[in-house]
């Protein structure tokens, strides 16, 4: 069976400070990976996806993130953060298999102060 | 274009009454999810379906039954609530399982007491 750990459960930054969030995974096949947001309020929303090719991924709003298959991470990053950067952000995965299904990890709060 | 709604958004139980929760996707999307959200748990998946006429379970399925009689809807039903069922319910779908972007509802807080 496939997991998804976050481990930093609330992270706190002021305006323009850089972000990193991490997002490791367990499972042995081939995996898709996913950052998913929710802004307060609201309902999941798709920040950017990993199925194959190039390693470093850029989704929307200025986010990237970097799978590296040998340490089995997949951390979101953004260079400089803004107040409306304010949400929380669910790392996931799913496999290949028949099953497909969606994984999350317990999620991390941003808090980014003005 | 809707895009998956999902009813109804607030709801109060009693232990041991019994609801439906309705999702329905104007997307024609094969793959349905329910997943519940409890925090510091991030979402858990209750029961799935891979199409019309089939769902399977997921993490949690205990305490709850789905049907999905028709593509577009996916039911999830509480026979008999209990208080460890509060929590926000979210439906998703997408187009070909956990290899395409899933489209979430807005969500259904559910409360027992």
């Known amino acids: 069976a496939q997991s998804v750990s976050q481990h930093n459960h609330h992270v706190i930054l002021s305006e323009a400070a850089s972000l990193e969030l991490g997002c490791n995974y367990s499972?042995?096949?081939?995996?898709?990976l996913f950052w998913y947001v929710q802004y307060p309020g609201q309902h999941l929303q798709l920040l950017l996806k990993?199925?194959?090719?190039?390693?470093l991924v850029k989704g929307i709003k200025g986010f990237e993130a970097e799978f590296i298959k040998s340490k089995f991470s997949f951390n979101l990053r953004k260079p400089s953060v803004q107040w409306s950067d304010t949400a929380e952000y669910f790392c996931?995965?799913?496999?290949?298999?028949?099953?497909?299904?969606?994984?999350f990890g317990s999620g991390t709060q941003l808090t980014v102060l003005p | 274009n809707a895009g998956v709604t999902q009813t109804p958004k607030f709801r109060v139980l009693k232990t041991g009454q019994s609801m439906t929760l309705l999702c329905a996707q104007d997307?024609?999307?094969?793959?349905m999810y329910w997943y519940r959200q409890d925090p510091g748990m991030g979402l858990r998946l209750i029961h799935y379906?891979?199409?019309?006429?089939?769902?399977a379970k997921g993490e949690v399925p205990d305490g709850y039954n789905v049907s999905r009689l028709k593509k577009q809807n996916f039911l999830l039903g509480l026979e008999s609530a209990a208080p460890s069922q509060t929590s926000v319910y979210f439906c998703?779908?997408?187009?070909?399982?956990?290899?395409?972007?899933?489209?979430f509802g807005q969500g259904t807080r559910l409360t027992v007491v």
């Open positions: 997307m024609n999307h094969e793959y």
């Open positions: 379906s891979v199409g019309e006429g089939t769902t």
């Open positions: 499972y042995g096949g081939t995996v898709n």
């Open positions: 998703a779908s997408s187009y070909s399982g956990g290899t395409t972007e899933a489209f």
């Open positions: 996931a995965v799913s496999n290949s298999g028949s099953a497909r299904q969606l994984t």
């Open positions: 990993y199925f194959s090719g190039d390693p």
